[in-house]
């Protein structure tokens, strides 16, 4: 049975730093590619980055980049999601959702979510 269980969220203040994790189970890394989305209240929901399945290709929201970076390791099974410089824009419900293949979707399984807050 194919399982994503989020970790990593909390209460962050502007500038802050938090790692999110994407624990897999039930699938190998090696076929999906992974992608963390986010949703704010009253929001859409919206892509913020990807890692391919084999790891070499990574993409990110313009609204993120040079302050997010995505990785996995393939060994843990787990893909994490490094956050710096975080804004208050940045809060939302965060989610990852793997694919079969190397491109990120969202017609794949999905996690619970992990609530980020950033907030003074």
């Known amino acids: 049975q194919l399982q994503l269980v989020e970790s990593g969220g909390g209460l962050v203040q502007p500038g802050g730093s938090l790692r999110l994790s994407c624990a897999a189970s039930g699938f190998s890394l090696d076929y999906y590619a992974i992608g963390w989305f986010r949703q704010a209240p009253g929001k859409e929901r919206e892509g913020v980055s990807c890692?391919?399945?084999?790891?070499?290709?990574?993409n990110y929201a313009d609204s993120v980049k040079g302050r997010f970076t995505i990785s996995s390791d393939n060994a843990k099974n787990t893909v994490y999601l490094q956050m710096n410089s975080l804004k208050p824009e940045d809060t939302a419900v965060y989610y990852c959702?793997?694919?079969?293949?190397?491109?990120?979707?969202?017609?794949?399984?999905w996690g619970q979510g992990t609530q980020v807050t950033v907030s003074s």
């Open positions: 959702a793997a694919t079969y293949g190397s491109r990120c979707s969202t017609g794949g399984s």
């Open positions: 890692i391919s399945s084999s790891g070499a290709s990574t």
